[in-house]
Nanobody, 122 residues
Framework: QLQASGGGLVQAGDSLRLSCAAS??????????MGWFRQAPGKKREFVAY????????DYANSVKGRFTISRENAKNTVTLQMNSLNPEDTAVYYC???????????????WGQGTLVTVSS
């Protein structure tokens, strides 16, 4: 499973950096597209960002473009999500997962683990 961490309670305008790492049996991320998704209370899980295996292809949801940055270090088997200028609408549980292609649907991602809660107060 992929474990997300780094969440917390912050104020609007603050920044947070989320990390994603494999837990338990070793899973190498190097061959996979890695994605971040989030699920706000009472809402469906939604796409946030993805990054291709070599980092050459990156895309973001419109709601986070210009504020969030996804990156990866295959040698360290980690993916990060730098979140700046957070607002209350970013409040959600954030998850990372892997995929075999550049997808936006969570149904095409796998190796979901427990997410990390981000709460942004106004």
């Amino acid at each position: 499973q992929l474990q997300a961490s780094g969440g917390g309670l912050v104020q609007a305008g603050d920044s947070l950096r989320l990390s994603c790492a494999a837990s338990g049996r070793t899973f190498s991320i190097s061959s996979y597209v890695m994605g971040w998704f989030r699920q706000a209370p009472g809402k469906k899980r939604e796409f946030v960002a993805y990054i291709s295996s070599n980092g050459g292809n990156i895309d973001y949801a419109n709601s986070v473009k210009g504020r969030f940055t996804i990156s990866r270090e295959n040698a360290k088997n980690t993916v990060t999500l730098q979140m700046n200028s957070l607002n209350p609408e970013d409040t959600a549980v954030y998850y990372c997962a892997a995929a075999r292609g550049l997808y936006y649907s969570d149904t095409l991602f796998f190796n979901w683990g427990q997410g990390t809660l981000v709460t942004v107060s106004s």
